[in-house]
């Protein structure tokens, strides 16, 4: 079974600066997608970011990138200039190329200092 | 156009009481999720939907959950017998098919049990 581990509970940054959240996860497979989610006080999860393991090249959204290592099992999340609107849970979450189930990690809450 | 919808947004109920959760997807998405979203813990999947194919109930906790999904659209969860640890937020995602493409979230379903 796959799991995803969000080490850090909670993470603060100031506004402006840029932070980065941590995720990795533990598979078995070699095609598989992994995600990044974002859920504000609303509950509604909005998807920040997707990177396809077979893609060697880091996926980016804005200000948003991922540093995804492979090898390493790692997929963390880099947010630049960090906005109050960026406050939230963060998830990272696997599914596999056959699969259609996401697993999510146990998310990051980010606060963001004015 | 609508996302996904999901009603009511709150429910508060008694212990031993059954329940139904709705969930109305994108108009067009062929799958369709559950996941639970218990407090101090991650979301975790409960039950999934493809079309006219049999759903992947792998994820359901206990025999007293139960979905069905009318139509290829509209979708209710059933937790029949509520327990207290049943507490949490039910969300409903949707997607067009399968594999890579992104999971739509609604806004979920609070269910308080006292």
């Known amino acids: 079974a796959q799991t995803v581990t969000q080490s850090q509970p909670e993470m603060s940054v100031q506004e402006a600066e840029t932070v980065t959240l941590s995720c990795t996860y533990d598979?078995?497979?070699?095609?598989?997608?992994l995600f990044w989610y974002k859920q504000p006080p609303s509950r509604q999860m909005i998807l920040v970011i997707r990177?396809?393991?077979?893609?060697?090249q880091n996926a980016t959204e804005n200000r948003f990138s991922v540093n995804f290592q492979k090898a390493a099992k790692s997929f963390s999340l880099k947010i630049s200039d960090s906005q109050l609107g960026d406050a939230a849970m963060y998830f990272c979450a696997y599914r596999n190329n056959a699969g259609n189930m996401l697993t999510f990690g146990g998310g990051t809450r980010l606060m963001v200092k004015p | 156009g609508a996302g996904v919808s999901q009603s009511p947004s709150n429910k508060v109920t008694e212990k031993g009481k059954d329940v139904e959760l709705r969930c109305d997807p994108i108009s067009g998405h062929t799958a369709l999720y559950w996941y639970r979203q218990s407090l101090g813990q991650g979301l975790e999947f409960l039950i999934y939907?493809?079309?006219?194919?049999?759903?992947?109930k792998s994820g359901l906790p206990s025999d007293r959950f139960s979905a069905e999904r009318t139509g290829g659209s509209v979708s209710t969860l059933t937790i029949q017998r509520t327990q207290q640890e049943d507490s949490a937020v039910y969300l409903c995602?949707?997607?067009?098919?399968?594999?890579?493409?992104?999971?739509?979230f609604g806004p979920g379903t609070r269910l308080t049990v006292l």
């Open positions: 939907f493809q079309g006219n194919s049999a759903p992947d």
């Open positions: 995602a949707s997607s067009l098919i399968t594999g890579a493409h992104e999971q739509f």
């Open positions: 598979t078995s497979e070699s095609d598989y997608y």
């Open positions: 990177q396809e393991a077979y893609k060697q």
